[in-house]
C-alpha cells in the first residue's frame, strides 16, 4: 500500500503545482485569509472528508478516520501570506497588489490538500486518524496556532508534525533537531519623546534623531557584553523613523525590532538590559521615552523521539532524500504552541532554486516546487512511523 501511496504522491505532481501557484496568485495575509480557507474547505467537502471551519480564526481542520485502529496524528500546513509587494516575473504572480506568498506557505497547503485526496482513497487501509490541519496567521503574532488550541480541538491528538519549505537547504535535504530548532520571536517598540526646534540652533532642543542613533548602537551590546556567551540571542532594530524635514530638528522618533531568543532567562535578561539602557540614554538628554515589549511565539522545541523518526525514516519515503540533523535556526514559527501540548516534530524540506538565492520574506523568494512531492511523502511517513512505533 505504502509504495503506491507514494506512487500516487509522485503522479500528483502537477496537482500540487496546479494548487500552488493558484493559492500565490490570490496571497491573503495574517487573520484576512477568507478565501484562501473557503477553498481549502471547498476541496474537502468535494473529497467527502469532514471538516470544521472558523476553528481559532479562519482555521480549517480535517480528519480522516483509517479502518484500522490506531492514533491521531496532526499533519500542519499554514496559508497567509506576506504584506510585501511581489518582484517576481512568473506567469502565477500574485494579483493581490501588497500581498505575496513570499514564505511558502503557498506550498505548504498544496501538499497537503493533495496528500488529503490520495489518502481518502486509502482510508479503510490506513490506520488510526489523520488530521488535516489548516492553520491560518502564522505570520504575525500571536498567530493562529494558539487560537486554535485554546479551542480544543487538538485535544485528542496524539502527535502532531509539519514541515517548512525552505529556500535556503537544496532540494532533497530534509533537516530538523532533536531538541531547540527555532528561535523564540519577539517584538519591540520604542518611542523617544524629546523637543523639536529650528536646524539652527540644536542647543534648545532635546534631538530625538540622536538619541535613537545612539539607541541603535547601544542596543547591539546587549548580546555582545552583557550575555553569557555561550548562549545564543539575536537583538535586532529593524525600523528607524524621525524627522520631517531638512532643516527641522526631530522630537520624537521610533524604532522598532525583534529579539531572537532560546532561554526564558535569556529573554528576561535583554528586556531588563534594553530597559535600562533606553533610560539612560533618555536621562542624558532629558527626554522621556514609551518601551513597548511583546513576547511573541515560544521557541520551537522538538520532542527528541518525534524527531528521531523524520531523521531515521524520512529517505524511506523517497530515495532521493537525506535527512540530518542541523543547528538551530533563529526564524520563529507558532507550530511551537503544538509542541508545547503534543508530542511531535518540525522540520525543513529543502526547496533552493539553484542561481535564485533570495530568502523568505524577500520579494522576489521563490521555492523549487519538486520539493511540493517530498513534503508530501515525509509527512505521510511521519504519519506513517508514529503509528508503527506506537501500536494500537
Known amino acids: 500500500m505504502w509504495k503506491d501511496i507514494f506512487a500516487a504522491i509522485d503522479h500528483a505532481y502537477e496537482e500540487m503545482v496546479e494548487i500552488r501557484r493558484y493559492l500565490h496568485q490570490y496571497p491573503e495575509v495574517s487573520f484576512k485569509e477568507e478565501k484562501t ?8 467537502e468535494q473529497l467527502g ?30 496559508f497567509d501570506a506576506l504584506p510585501i509587494q511581489e518582484e517576481n516575473d512568473v506567469p502565477y504572480k500574485s494579483k493581490n497588489d501588497g500581498a505575496m506568498h513570499a514564505c511558502g506557505h503557498d506550498g505548504h497547503t498544496a501538499t497537503l490538500l493533495t496528500l488529503a485526496r490520495i489518502l481518502s482513497d486509502y482510508q479503510k487501509d490506513l490506520t488510526g486518524t489523520v488530521v488535516f490541519l489548516h492553520q491560518h496567521a502564522e505570520e504575525y ?12 480541538a487538538l485535544e485528542d491528538v496524539d502527535a502532531v ?19 531547540p530548532f527555532m528561535a523564540g520571536a519577539d517584538r519591540f517598540e520604542i518611542i523617544i519623546k524629546g523637543k523639536g526646534g529650528h536646524g539652527a540652533q540644536p542647543h534648545l532642543t532635546k534631538d530625538a534623531l540622536v538619541i535613537g542613533s545612539q539607541l541603535v548602537t547601544s542596543l547591539q551590546q546587549i548580546v555582545s557584553r552583557r550575555l553569557d556567551p555561550l548562549k545564543t540571542a539575536v537583538v535586532t532594530v529593524a525600523q ?10 526631530a522630537d520624537t522618533a521610533k524604532l522598532t525590532g525583534t529579539v531572537r531568543t532560546f532561554d526564558a532567562e535569556v529573554q528576561d535578561t535583554i528586556i531588563k538590559e534594553m530597559e535600562k539602557i533606553i533610560k539612560s540614554s533618555c536621562l542624558s538628554y532629558d527626554a522621556d521615552y ?17 524527531a528521531e523518526l523524520i531523521l531515521k525514516h524520512a529517505p524511506e519515503a523517497d530515495e532521493t532524500l537525506t535527512a540530518r540533523e542541523t543547528a538551530p535556526s533563529m526564524a520563529g514559527e ?18 533552493r532554486i539553484e542561481g535564485h538565492a533570495y530568502p523568505h520574506h524577500h520579494p522576489k523568494f521563490d521555492i523549487d516546487e519538486r520539493a511540493l512531492p517530498h513534503a508530501a511523502k515525509t509527512l505521510l511517513q511521519a504519519y506513517r512511523s508514529y503509528q508503527e512505533k506506537h501500536p494500537s
Do not use: C, M
Not at 514541515?163 to 533537531?177: K, N, R
Open 334 to 351: 507558532d507550530f511551537a504552541y503544538y509542541l508545547q501540548e503534543k508530542p511531535g516534530a518540525f522540520y525543513f524540506t529543502g526547496a
Open 240 to 249: 528607524f523613523e524621525s524627522g520631517t524635514a531638512f532643516n527641522v530638528i
Open 141 to 152: 503574532a500571536p498567530g493562529g496556532a494558539k487560537p486554535i488550541i485554546e479551542t480544543g
Open 49 to 78: 472528508i469532514p471538516y470544521q471551519t472558523q476553528v481559532g480564526g479562519n482555521g480549517v481542520i480535517a480528519r480522516l478516520e483509517g479502518g484500522k485502529p490506531g492514533k491521531t496524528v496532526a499533519l500542519r500546513a499554514d
Open 290 to 306: 514609551q518601551f513597548d515589549y511583546y513576547k511573541g511565539y515560544p521557541p520551537v522545541i522538538n520532542h527528541a523521539d518525534e
Open 37 to 44: 480557507a473557503k477553498y481549502i474547505a471547498n476541496t474537502y
Open 161 to 179: 508534525f509539519g514541515t517548512h519549505l525552505w529556500a535556503t537547504t537544496p532540494l532533497g535535504t530534509i533537516e530538523t533537531a532533536k531538541g
